[in-house]
């Protein structure tokens, strides 16, 4: 997906209706360029008839300009509702223009593979969706008034048109020259702007580190002095540095903007009568003219100033969508719906970056159902990689994993993905449960968990998440023994369970889980429990070995 601008957001979601609302923004603004020639029509007809000036008693619709005056008023009318209508249509279309970038989003991120949205950056993509997206929608939401100001100085210049084509000449050019200087200033802001939004997303890193660490920075005030300064201090003052330059220039450009109507009037009126020939009367309706073009210059050099903000967050949204790979997963279904083993076969892997110039190589393993595995091995010998692996969340560099004695290949990724279940060292506890459950088993499972009396199970959703960190991990198992798949992986899940929980754990939740037939793979260091594992895979940076 690429948007080549703020406009194609707006039309992308809802043609028709942003269609209507440029339709009639544009009508508002020709509808404004229409009140001069009424009022210059008015002007010349008081300037004709000088006795009925201050005449008492005559009511503005006994005048004879009346039936002028109800056009005008008319006009007035309709230029005050179709720009309404048109502002209002616009805001609709934006609401849905941010609904349909924000679900976009989401959907993009959900197909990106585990390893893609960790190259992309987490921090990137929240910015993108928190920042980013409200800043396209509040630049495109002006686009239906610079449409208003468009047409009302196109209007303007046709009104100059006809009353002097020399002049409209003129001032033509010199709103085409002091536009185009508008636009170098404008684009100097746009610099500055990116160069703060990149800073934003050191600050979201900066901030995340700030929640979730809140516990260690607390305890060490150097520490945490030093963290606020250099992660978010320091960006956070870099980006607000480039954003005020961005606004510095910003200003300048507005200012201008204000002011460069009435620059094209001092032109005219101080140049234009001693180099051309012009009457009186044609020079009074041309400064008329030009005072009266001033605010929808002022407004339209504004309203194309404020796109700049929105210009760079699109930027990084059509940046992301280059980067975008979904990953490949088709929807064949697994040749045997019963998956009685699965084995990695010349299974080598190397992380992309390679930063941390670790391997998995060569890796043959066979786990067969109603076996109990363990994969044990010390710090970064690559048992958490492997975990990914088995999971299909990492693909191998070469070598390949296998259902059965079938190859899990994108064409049936999807089907393989809902054998599994596992619980990673880094699990994501969910606050409710998003698929169809047995309440008698859950209730069971509860039981089991020694979590019945801390959390209840009501429409789904757990009655509270705020559990110790043991409880928050036997909650975990408590949805993979609900999801009920054929393979459970368990990335140390016993580390932090208390010595009676691991006794049940390995004595007795393991061998339900073998007894029924699952594929079980243990990730542990308990070495008291290793004569539980049918299997004892070690890994030592990177090898198998015996
Ligand atoms: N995203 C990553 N990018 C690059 N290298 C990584 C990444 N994740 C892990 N590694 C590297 O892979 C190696 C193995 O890490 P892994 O987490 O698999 O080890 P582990 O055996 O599970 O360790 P532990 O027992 O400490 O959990 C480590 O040297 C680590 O630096």
């Not at 993009?108 to 893609?116: E, F, G, M, P, T």
């Not at 160069?195 to 945490?224: C, H, M, P, W, Y």
């Amino acid at each position: 997906m690429k948007f080549s601008s703020l406009s194609s957001v707006m039309w992308g979601s809802k043609p028709n209706l942003y269609f209507l609302s440029m339709l009639l923004g544009g009508v508002s603004g020709i509808g404004y360029a229409l009140l001069i020639p009424f009022i210059m029509y008015g002007v010349n007809s008081v300037i004709s008839i000088p006795d009925k000036i201050g005449l008492e008693n005559t009511h503005i619709f006994d005048s004879p300009t009346r039936s002028l005056a109800m056009v005008f008023f008319v006009t007035c009318a309709a230029v005050m509702s179709t720009k309404a209508v048109s502002m209002l249509v616009s805001a609709y279309v934006a609401s849905k223009a941010n609904f349909h970038l924000k679900v976009g989003l989401y959907n993009a991120v959900s197909q990106l593979s585990y390893a893609r949205l960790l190259s992309l950056g987490q921090s990137k993509i929240v910015n993108l969706i928190s920042v980013d997206v409200p800043e396209i929608i509040n630049a495109a939401i002006n686009i239906s008034t610079i449409m208003t100001n468009l047409f009302a100085i196109v209007g303007c210049l046709a009104y100059l048109f006809f009353i002097n084509v020399k002049i409209f000449v003129f001032v033509l050019l010199c709103l085409l020259v002091f536009g185009f200087v508008y636009q170098i200033i404008v684009s100097l802001s746009i610099k500055h702007f990116s160069a703060s939004r990149a800073e934003v997303d050191k600050t979201q890193e900066g901030v995340r580190g700030l929640i979730f660490g809140v516990k260690e920075l607390k305890l060490n005030e150097e520490k945490l002095e030093h963290y606020l300064r250099q992660q978010l201090t320091w960006p956070e003052s870099s980006s607000y540095r480039h954003r005020m330059k961005g606004f510095r220039v910003w200003s300048v450009a507005e200012s201008y903007g204000s002011i460069v109507a009435f620059l094209v009037v001092g032109v005219t009126v101080f140049h234009i009568p001693y180099v051309l020939s012009v009457s009186s009367t044609e020079l009074f309706g041309v400064v008329m003219a030009l005072l009266y073009l001033t605010s929808p210059v002022g407004s339209l050099l504004m309203g194309v100033g404020q796109l700049a903000p929105g210009k760079v967050a699109l930027s990084r949204l059509n940046e992301f969508y280059r980067l975008y790979r979904p990953e490949s997963v088709g929807s064949a279904s697994l040749n045997s719906s019963d998956v009685s083993n699965i084995s990695l076969r010349n299974v080598c892997f190397e992380y992309p970056s390679n930063s941390s110039a670790f391997c998995l190589s060569n890796i043959n393993i066979k786990f067969e159902e109603g076996k109990v595995t363990f994969i044990v091995g010390g710090n970064g010998s690559g048992k958490s990689t492997l975990a990914k692996i088995i999971t299909t969340h990492q693909a191998p560099t070469s070598g390949a994993l296998y259902f059965n004695d079938e190859m899990i290949s994108p064409e049936n990724l999807g089907s393989a993905r809902e054998k599994i279940s596992a619980i990673y060292m880094d699990f994501f506890l969910f606050n409710r449960i998003f698929q169809s459950y047995d309440e008698y088993k859950a209730n069971e499972y509860l039981s089991l968990l020694g979590m019945n009396e801390k959390v209840n199970l009501k429409d789904g959703s757990f009655s509270t998440l705020g559990l110790s960190d043991g409880q928050r991990k036997r909650l975990a198992l408590f949805c993979l023994l609900l999801e009920n798949t054929k393979i459970c992986l368990f990335d140390e899940w016993a580390a932090d369970q208390d010595p009676d929980f691991k006794e049940i754990f390995y004595r007795d939740i393991l061998p339900m889980l073998k007894e029924k037939g699952k594929i079980v793979i243990v990730i542990s260091h308990d070495d008291r429990y290793f004569d539980c594992a049918d299997q004892l895979i070690r890994l030592d940076y990177g090898c198998i070995v015996d």
